[in-house]
């Protein structure tokens, strides 16, 4: 399970991340600090660069302003550790816990034929990353440079305040991005192939305390 669980979290992020505008990857609170749907994506960049600590905090904030998918990212994330019950409480954090909308009976058989209009996060995801296991698709120039550019730029972050939680990237971090994603847009696409998983760094983790599980 933890095996296949690795390769689904690394499917997943290959789909959301070659499948996500550029745009969309440009919004920031801070010039340290991405919007929860850019820092979703961006996690999901760190993740097939096999930079574990830093995806996990940018999950935890993505989640917590309620970006479900990050929270099953955190959910595969944890599975493929080994940590059962940790993975079970991200779990029911995507909103496979909330009823499904109140609908007629003509709705209901409207959307039944509707591809997955009404399915759960979780479903949704669970096709997105069946589906990306057996299609190969050209990774943008976009998310080449990103897979280049934001391990270091992680890294340097935990150097310079080791006792933050969130990876900080240090100043002109969103001008950086925002250079880089511009600078590929007319660029040719390569060939996409999921990297090897590496074995996990040993840097200490930055868990805060009192802090939900990670």
């Not at 309620?66 to 944890?78: E, F, K, N, V």
Request: net charge neutral; proline share 10%.
């Amino acid at each position: 399970m933890p095996n296949a669980a690795a390769e689904d979290l690394r499917a997943l992020c290959e789909t959301l991340v070659t499948h996500t505008p550029a745009a969309a990857i440009t919004g920031f609170v801070t010039d340290q600090v991405p919007e929860p749907r850019s820092a979703l994506i961006l996690a999901c960049v760190l993740q097939l660069t096999n930079t574990d600590d830093g995806a996990r905090f940018w999950w935890q904030y993505a989640a917590a302003a309620r970006q479900a998918a990050a929270a099953y990212c955190l959910y595969l994330h944890r599975l493929s550790l080994g940590e059962d019950d940790t993975a079970q409480w991200w779990h029911h954090q995507t909103d496979d816990v909330q009823p499904p909308p109140q609908t007629d009976t003509g709705n209901r058989d409207r959307l039944a034929g509707t591809s997955i209009a009404g399915a759960s996060t979780t479903t949704t995801l669970r096709v997105l990353r069946h589906l990306s296991k057996h299609t190969s698709r050209p990774r943008s120039a976009a998310v080449t440079d990103l897979m280049t550019h934001m391990p270091t730029a992680v890294a340097v972050g935990y150097l310079r305040e080791p006792a933050m939680e969130l990876p900080m990237p240090g100043p002109n971090f969103a001008r950086r991005i925002r250079t880089l994603l511009t600078a590929a847009a007319n660029r040719p696409d390569v060939p996409s192939r999921l990297p090897a998983r590496a074995e996990p760094p040993t840097h200490a983790t930055h868990q805060p305390a009192g802090s939900p599980p990670a």
